[in-house]
């Protein structure tokens, strides 16, 4: 039966796989750099303080002193094609829709920020995507990222007559494919060093210690994403958490101060890694990459290497697409 003349058009059905990473200011000034970290900090995942507390300090102090310094470290690592967070991303997503190729169409979104996840799913479901799996790219789950990452989805969808379907890609921490990614990218990485370190460090990002006690599994994926790894690998591993914020007592080793001590413990030549980022960004390589060498060499280091996250190389995506085409199980034809 032919629908009648005057009926909207309806797009062929897809499946879609939205790719979602944290965010990133849409350049590198102050006033951009401002609106993102409002957005960013008045999540209630993010910043379990009563918003009483909070939204002074927030407003009064944090928005008028931290926009401006932030802002400077930005700007070292912004690159021709904007955030590299952003920039990685997007080509994660090309390069994992040419892996799909017709099975699904593949997206991205930044939880805070541009591309906006609202405005992805729109566009998602008016391209006919009525199956679309939510790809939040953590490896270790976290309330303050995965779960808000889905939130935002869900509040989103919420408010729609014609949801799609939606699935979730779950942590993979310890995914037999994660880990031998990182395997093999770490490996292949230390063994392009003109030194040999001593020690490789594992530093993930930080989270206050009350979301430990409060049941959340974030510390206890990265313990054991760093114990498979360490597993595997021909070098001895520390673990640490880096970008405290506040007063409150966060997960530690805190890395910075790993890096101080590791001169005073006679070693003096490392390798730092970030498993928990899915790409690089300016947590990795002005935090990591910038101001943990500062740190290391200021306390006797003598040879320093940021290693690159998994990104868009070949041995990422190869995990990426056995991780979606695993959750796209029954939507799509097996490759």
């Not at 995942?45 to 939204?55: L, N, Q, T, Y």
């Not at 932030?70 to 991303?89: D, F, M, N, R």
Request: aromatic share 8%; glycine share 6%; net charge neutral.
């Amino acid at each position: 039966m032919l629908p009648p003349s005057d009926h909207p058009s309806i797009p062929p059905r897809k499946v879609g796989v939205l790719l979602i990473n944290l965010g990133t200011p849409d350049a590198p000034d102050a006033a951009a750099v401002r609106r993102y970290l409002a957005e960013f900090l008045s999540d209630r995942r993010v910043v379990e303080i009563p918003r009483a507390i909070w939204k002074p300090i927030l407003h009064g102090i944090v928005l008028r002193t931290r926009p401006a310094k932030s802002a400077h470290a930005y700007s070292q690592v912004w690159t021709e094609e904007g955030s590299p967070l952003a920039a990685i991303t997007r080509r994660q997503a090309v390069k994992l829709q040419e892996r799909i190729g017709h099975a699904a169409v593949v997206d991205w979104a930044m939880r805070y920020g541009n591309p906006a996840i609202s405005d992805r799913l729109t566009a998602m479901k008016d391209a006919g995507c009525e199956r679309i799996l939510l790809a939040p790219l953590y490896p270790q789950y976290c309330a303050a990222t995965t779960a808000t990452a889905n939130d935002l989805a869900f509040l989103t969808l919420a408010g729609r007559r014609w949801q799609p379907a939606l699935r979730t890609l779950p942590p993979y921490y310890d995914s037999a494919d994660y880990i031998d990614a990182l395997q093999r990218d770490i490996e292949a990485q230390l063994a392009a060093l003109t030194f040999t370190p001593q020690r490789l460090l594992l530093s993930y990002h930080g989270m206050p210690e009350r979301t430990l006690r409060k049941g959340d599994p974030y510390h206890c994926h990265c313990r054991k994403t760093a114990r498979l790894l360490g597993e595997r690998l021909q070098i001895e591993v520390d673990t640490s958490f880096q970008s405290r914020f506040g007063r409150d007592k966060w997960l530690e080793p805190a890395t910075d101060d790993v890096l101080k001590a590791y001169p005073a413990q006679g070693i003096t030549r490392i390798a730092i890694a970030a498993p928990g980022f899915s790409a690089d960004c300016l947590e990795t390589i002005e935090e990591l990459g910038i101001r943990g060498k500062e740190d290391f060499e200021g306390a006797g280091g003598t040879h320093f290497a940021r290693l690159d996250c998994l990104n868009d190389r070949e041995v990422g995506m190869v995990m990426l697409e056995a991780l979606v085409r695993r959750e796209l199980a029954g939507w799509i034809v097996p490759a």
